[in-house]
């Protein structure tokens, strides 16, 4: 499995406070992903990034934030939780995309985010 | 963004062989298709990919028809642990959405 740790695997907070999940790995790839993933929804994209210290949004990005500071660390911040953000989290890495290059997705696996 | 569509679930049994088709009626010209299979609590793992014809690795083959309008994952001979989610995804760069998926179940 490719190198991706997600942390924590588990979290339950209340509804207002802010939360920081981090996706950290060793493979050395440019492009990082945020998806949450909900019954009836499927993944879906929160934000990405294609280098250190750009980022983009996806399909889902309202109410959260992110950071790349280091090629290894792409962290998700919600700035205050609400009950809508209860979900999995799951960090994606990729080496290359576009054309003859297009590579695959690798996943963490997963941040279970409860907010109360 | 192509748009996939794939049945919702799938029964099998173990021993044959399951196809699951996905349409992607407007796909792009620049756009791949990507198989994904994820298990409860786990993140979703490469499969396959192709961009025409038939490619074929050591777990599974993609059936791609010239217009490209659908694909079909062929995963031969399954047994009980190919129970799972199986995502049909078509893109090109950053972008990539995942359907709602095919829940495969196999049967003894």
């Known amino acids: 499995d490719a190198g991706i740790t997600q942390s924590p695997r588990h979290k339950v907070t209340e509804t207002g406070t802010p939360v920081t999940l981090r996706c950290h790995q060793t493979?050395?790839?440019?492009?990082m992903y945020w998806y949450r993933q909900d019954p009836g929804h499927g993944l879906r994209l929160i934000h990405y990034s294609y280098g250190v210290k750009d980022t983009d949004k996806g399909e889902v990005s309202d109410g959260y934030s992110v950071s790349r500071s280091k090629t290894e660390d792409f962290l998700l911040t919600l700035e205050s939780a609400t009950s809508s953000q209860t979900s999995v989290y799951f960090c994606a890495i990729s080496e290359s995309v576009g054309g003859q290059f297009n590579s695959p997705l690798h996943f963490g696996n997963g941040t279970r985010l409860t907010v109360t | 963004l192509a748009k996939t569509t794939q049945p919702i679930s799938m029964d099998s049994y173990e021993g044959q062989e399951v196809n699951i088709t996905c349409s992607h009626n407007?796909?792009?010209?620049?756009?791949?298709i990507t198989w994904y299979q994820q298990f409860p609590s786990q993140g979703p793992r490469f499969i396959i990919q192709?961009?025409?014809t038939k490619v074929t690795n050591e777990v599974a083959s993609l059936f791609i028809p010239a217009d490209r309008k659908s694909s079909t994952l062929s995963l031969p001979r399954v047994s009980l642990s190919d129970t799972a989610v199986y995502y049909c995804?078509?893109?090109?760069?950053?972008?990539?959405?995942f359907g709602a998926g095919t829940r495969l179940t196999v049967k003894p």
């Open positions: 493979e050395n790839h440019r492009y």
């Open positions: 407007n796909i792009a010209t620049n756009d791949y």
């Open positions: 192709g961009y025409k």
């Open positions: 995804l078509v893109g090109d760069g950053n972008d990539m959405r």
